[in-house]
């Protein structure tokens, strides 16, 4: 178990590396078209986001279990926090994601600039969580 959780925890701290990168970079070298408002790079960083916010909400919800009386105040804080917070993301990267696929062209009551700023603070919040969880389960994996 302990293998498998660091390398989860390097899966988790890579996809937050791309996520962050891309973030950045993408406003250098693509340009938004009305038809085209995000690079097709995302196509292939949404999946990789909804891995890691699966694995984030699994050891996430481990590590929450786990941080019960017998742990510090910061590790329950940490925990709570950590997987609340991969809750968080999940909710506006699936709203926001069924929202500009074929699922949900029918719902209208957001328009691209919303989107578009959700994506925005989801970008920025899952490369956080990621990393914190990555590093976490990297380091402490063979202590629990």
Known sequence: MEGLKRVIGVILIIIAAIVAIQTVIEPIY????????YSSTWDIINPLSLISIILGLIFGYIRMSRAGANSSVQEFVAANTQFYGFMFVAIIFLWNWFGISDVGAGFTAVDGSLRSMIWLLFDATLPLLNGALGIHLLRSGSSE
Do not use: A, F, G, R
């Open 30 to 37: 693509h340009t938004s078209t009305e038809d085209s408002p």
